[in-house]
């Protein structure tokens, strides 16, 4: 249930439910003042004791008030309002006769009234009236005339309604203080159960994003609920999975960056010391025929060279990293670049007593774009990686040629040792090698592979190693047909 549905089902119950209990409880508290009810109901108009009272009184209340235009000297005698005593008992009822301001008769149940507050003279009125007089209140008929002599006489027919005012003072307050208690309880309650529904996932990822603002990446929540914040708490989780592989990353970079900073200083530091060794052995004479000056010199301009080589490694290598390389994209025919290539290469291969075996058809599509000095580069890693451990009398390299309606693969496999399963994911890692005793006979610089993967991805290709130990490593290299536009080539 989503939470836009939940706020509106929770706003139409807090006014269902409180009607619902407040009709419950005003029927318990009519049970409750059911004798008070029953006297009362003489006063409403649909009890059939109100129209009983109603027919009986209103006749008496027009016979005197006819009275009042044809006799009202008759009217205003005492015999005759004594004698409609027992009329008055009858219906439950009192005469009162105020002659201008002074009361000119009154019933017994009457006599103590405060006079003062009964109507003033002018405001007849022929219905039911319940006015309060006093402390009492009562069902006033009033009928204003005057006398002969110009005296202002009022006459009032009252019945005590007091069974209502008791009612309404009594009902109405308990009533509408239930009614408040009921509304408070009822909305607190479905406030707090609403509130709750929502406060008590967001504290949850309140408490997840302080825990991975500490640093604490592997405190994990889950989503119980499909709803906006169930929805939320999801992204929230699956943001902090990629934090935390980010963090791996930026870990892994970060100790890759200090691996390349001991390797650098490694690979320099072996070369410097060996170049040290020799000219101190010159300076002190140990060289002391110009043949051993002469091997030493030639040591010297060897490592000088590895140095030199290693630092052009390391700069080529910075520069890729930082997207700072140009590269010339043409088109090439790959399979006539290879041809040339090898061709070029063989002479050097046959003195390594490397056999080369370069295998295409000639009936493929192998025009890609390509920048061509760059792609030597790659294809010079390749192969001086593979030919450094390669420790076979009989020393073979197969390259084979691959054209499909996307791509061209050029593979190129030797029979080499191979590499062993948990090195093959690392291969391509800068500075990684497989064989970690960093001999430089064998173990090169550690950036070749790294080197020629970039190159690859510049090109928008794709470069991946399978090996077998004992048998020997193959390095695809996919390159698309058509990555860049004309105008980028010209």
Not at 62 to 69: D, G, I, P, Q, Y
Not at 424 to 438: G, H, K, L, M, V
């Amino acid at each position: 249930m989503s939470i836009k549905l939940r706020l509106t089902l929770s706003n139409i119950a807090m006014i269902v439910v409180p009607i619902i209990l407040f009709s419950i409880t005003s029927f318990l508290l009519l049970i409750v003042f059911l004798g008070d009810i029953r006297e009362m109901t003489n006063f409403l108009p649909e009890s059939h004791n109100y129209h009983k009272t109603k027919q009986e009184d209103t006749i008496l209340f027009l016979a005197l008030k006819e009275k009042s235009v044809v006799n009202p000297d008759e009217l205003m005698s005492q015999e005759y309002l004594q004698s409609l005593s027992q009329d008055l008992g009858a219906l439950d009822s009192g005469l009162m006769i105020r002659k201008n301001d002074e009361i000119y008769f009154s019933t017994p149940e009457l006599e103590k009234l405060n006079t003062k507050k009964l109507p003033e003279f002018g405001t007849e009125t022929s219905f039911r009236s319940l006015e309060k007089v006093g402390e009492q209140t009562f069902a006033i008929k009033q009928h204003d005339f005057f006398l002969k002599d110009a005296s202002k006489v009022s006459l009032f027919l009252m019945r005590d309604a007091s069974p209502w005012n008791k009612f309404v003072r009594t009902f109405f307050p308990i009533l509408f203080g239930l009614c408040i208690l009921i509304l408070i309880a009822t909305n607190g309650l479905l406030a707090y159960f609403v509130s709750k529904s929502i406060i008590k996932p967001i504290n949850q990822l309140k408490t997840a994003a302080h825990f991975i603002k500490n640093g604490n990446l592997d405190y994990s929540i889950t989503a119980i609920r499909n709803d906006e914040i169930g929805q939320l708490t999801q992204s929230f989780e699956e943001m902090r999975i990629q934090l935390k592989e980010s963090y791996k990353i930026q870990k892994q970079y970060e100790d890759n960056r200090k691996e390349l900073i001991a390797h650098i200083s490694h690979d320099l530091k072996t070369p410097i010391t060996s170049i040290k060794g020799y000219i101190e052995g010159i300076r002190d004479g140990v060289a002391d025929t110009p043949e051993k000056r002469s091997r030493y010199v030639q040591t010297i301009y060897t490592k000088a060279m590895d140095m030199d080589h290693l630092i052009d490694e390391l700069f080529l290598f910075s520069k890729l990293d930082l997207g700072k390389v140009p590269f010339e994209f043409e088109k090439v025919d790959i399979k006539d670049y290879l041809t040339d290539y090898f061709e070029e290469l063989s002479f050097d291969l046959r003195k390594q007593n490397v056999d080369v075996n370069f295998q295409f058809s000639t009936l493929g599509n192998y025009v890609v774009f390509a920048d061509r000095e760059k792609f030597k580069r790659v294809l010079a890693n390749i192969i001086n990686n593979s030919l450094k451990y390669m420790e076979k009398d009989k020393k073979e390299l197969k390259i084979t040629l691959h054209s499909t309606d996307k791509n061209v693969e050029i593979s190129i496999a030797d029979n080499g040792p191979g590499i062993p399963d948990d090195s093959t994911p690392f291969i391509f890692n800068q500075f990684y090698r497989a064989e970690q005793s960093r001999n430089k006979l064998t173990g090169g610089s550690g950036l070749g592979l790294s080197i020629a993967k970039m190159i690859i991805e510049e090109h928008n290709g794709e470069i991946k190693l399978e090996s077998t130990l004992m048998i020997g490593t193959c390095v695809t290299i996919i390159l698309p047909h058509n990555t860049f536009s004309e105008e980028a080539t010209s």
